[in-house]
């Protein structure tokens, strides 16, 4: 089985605590402080034990 590399963040993420992905829950506030509107599609990457959010200018470059 691939493992997952990234998930997607999804307008029913915008505004939970908690953000499901890689097989467990994680609390917003320990990657990206609070999801927005303007975060749905970008990606969240796991990187060891944390989780990374790609930026806007990675997001624009992705979807060009």
């Known amino acids: 089985m691939q493992k997952q590399k990234y998930v997607e963040i999804e307008a029913r993420h915008v ?6 992905a890689f097989g467990r829950q ?3 506030s320990s990657f ?26 990675q997001k624009a470059k992705r979807n060009t």
């Open 32 to 57: 990206i402080g609070w999801i927005m509107p303007q975060d749905v599609g970008k990606r969240v990457y796991l990187i060891g034990e944390i989780l990374q959010v790609e930026n806007e200018a």
């Open 15 to 20: 505004g939970k605590a908690l953000f499901e």
């Open 26 to 28: 994680w609390p917003v």
